[in-house]
């Protein structure tokens, strides 16, 4: 069963999925090409979240939770906005990351796509089961997450990390536990409409 509305949404969440796929190639390739076309994104979810709240607020009560993901979404775009301005830092500083903390970003890019394109298949299908997943995914992320932030200080410590390096690693690993954050939250939002719109037996 799909849930009403989801066509609408699906947009919002492919600028997202391109715009974090764009900043990841950025963050690998130092590319400000692709840093470019991913703010560009950045505007056009800013302006779909705008127009598709003011949308959804006119759908049935059953959709109440969906309206609020728009806004869930332009967050992402948000944080990615904000890997985005550490970037161009790291790129104007010419400031160096070690392989440990390369390989760190890139794990941690790589399931914030995976959680981002389940929120988004999430939102269609109102799968419980998928829902359950983002949220272990999501757990596991934060985990993992913490577990790169204590690495890096020890590097830091043992002055295998440079000082000017630990602010922009930092700023990078807390914009992408935002996107696993809103991830989240998305899903509580769907699973949360599934439930409602679950006739009683």
Not at 74 to 96: F, H, K, N, Q
Not at 111 to 126: I, S, V
Request: aromatic share 4%.
């Amino acid at each position: 069963m799909m849930i009403p509305t989801a066509d609408l949404l699906y947009p919002i969440f492919q600028d997202a999925l391109e715009m974090l796929t764009l900043t990841h190639a950025a963050f690998i390739r130092h590319d400000a090409g692709s840093l470019d076309s991913a703010e560009v994104l950045g505007r056009s979810i800013h302006k779909r979240e705008t127009e598709l709240t003011e949308g959804l607020l006119w759908g049935p009560p059953e959709t109440a939770p969906l309206r609020f993901i728009p806004s869930h979404v332009e967050r992402i775009g948000d944080a990615l906005e904000g890997v985005i301005r550490s970037l161009r830092e790291m790129e104007a500083e010419a400031t160096p990351f070690t392989e440990g903390g390369i390989q760190e970003v890139r794990n941690l890019f790589d399931r914030a796509h995976g959680l981002l394109e389940c929120a988004r298949d999430l939102t269609r299908t109102g799968n419980q089961v998928l829902a359950r997943h983002v949220e272990i995914e999501c757990m596991r992320f934060q985990e993992v997450a913490s577990s790169y932030a204590e690495a890096h200080e020890t590097r830091l410590i043992d002055g295998v990390c440079q000082p000017q390096a630990s602010s922009a690693y930092l700023a990078i690993l807390d914009s992408l536990r935002e996107v696993a954050r809103h991830s989240r939250q998305i899903a509580h939002r769907v699973a949360a409409t599934r439930l409602a719109a679950t006739p009683p037996s």
